[in-house]
Structures are given as structure tokens and as C-alpha cells.
């Protein structure tokens, strides 16, 4: 019943910014807890940012992983059932390619350690490319 697409993707030179969209269906979208996460040629998976869920919230708390906070800003639009995450000062390690997942069970335990757990995400988007080089 979700269905996610990413893109925004693409070519930025060090120090750039790019901003990804994560875009779903569904009209229960926005109670979905809703993650990123990334995986670099020859590297696992790993956790990039999460935003809470909840429908007729007026605020949603986040989360970022080290490598990436002050760097980067997950947030979301519900009006246009969209997640977004603003990439900011891109480093060549940021290079990777670029995942959303949605969730309708993490806000049970949204300060607990499931947010950054891949399995954690329910539905799953194809990805989108972002390179950094110069």
C-alpha cells in the first residue's frame, strides 16, 4: 500500500549541496516514521537520518547519524506526501547511493535504538545515485 520513489540525485563537485526527494503513496504516508540510508560501492548499508511519523503532528523530531549531522536536514512535507533530505558541504564520502524506507511501527519506540536498523523499514525505494568528486 506504500510505495516510494526517490530522485534528486546526481554529479556535485566537494563542498556542494544537492537536496533528494523521497515521494510515496498512500493516504496513511504521513504516519510513517521515515529513514535514509546509504550504501558506497563495496560498503554495507548504513544509517543516514530518520524523521518521525503521525498525521496531525505539528512537529517531527529527527535523528541523524555522526557523520552526517550539521550537514544534513531530513524533513517532510505532508501536503505533497514527500520526504526530503538536504545535503549540505557534500564530502567525496558521501558518495553513494541513496535510499528511503518508510515505517509504521517505529514510532512505538522512536528513541530507542531501531531507528537506524535497516530491518526496521518496512517498504523501500530503488535508490538514487549521488557522487561527489571534483
Known amino acids: 500500500q506504500v510505495q516510494l520513489v526517490e530522485s534528486g540525485g546526481g554529479w556535485v563537485k566537494p563542498g556542494g549541496s544537492l537536496r533528494l526527494s523521497c515521494a510515496a503513496s498512500?493516504?496513511?504516508?504521513?504516519?510513517?516514521?521515515v529513514g535514509w540510508f546509504r550504501q558506497a560501492p563495496g560498503k554495507e548499508r548504513e544509517f543516514v537520518a530518520a524523521?518521525?511519523?503521525?498525521?496531525?503532528?505539528?512537529?517531527?523530531?529527527?535523528h541523524y547519524a555522526d557523520s552526517v549531522r550539521g550537514r544534513f536536514t531530513i524533513f517532510r512535507d505532508n501536503a505533497k506526501n514527500t520526504v526530503y533530505l538536504q545535503m549540505e558541504k557534500l564530502k567525496s564520502e558521501d558518495t553513494a547511493v541513496y535510499y528511503c524506507?518508510?515505517?509504521?511501527?517505529?514510532?512505538?519506540?522512536?528513541?530507542?535504538?531501531?531507528?537506524?536498523?535497516?530491518?526496521?523499514?518496512?517498504?523501500w525505494g530503488q535508490g538514487t545515485q549521488v557522487t561527489v568528486s571534483s
Open positions: 524523521i518521525e511519523g503521525g498525521g496531525s503532528s505539528a512537529f517531527y523530531s529527527t
Open positions: 524506507g518508510a515505517s509504521s511501527t517505529l514510532g512505538s519506540n522512536w528513541y530507542g535504538p531501531s531507528r537506524d536498523i535497516e530491518k526496521t523499514y518496512d517498504y
Open positions: 498512500g493516504r496513511t504516508f504521513s504516519t510513517y516514521a
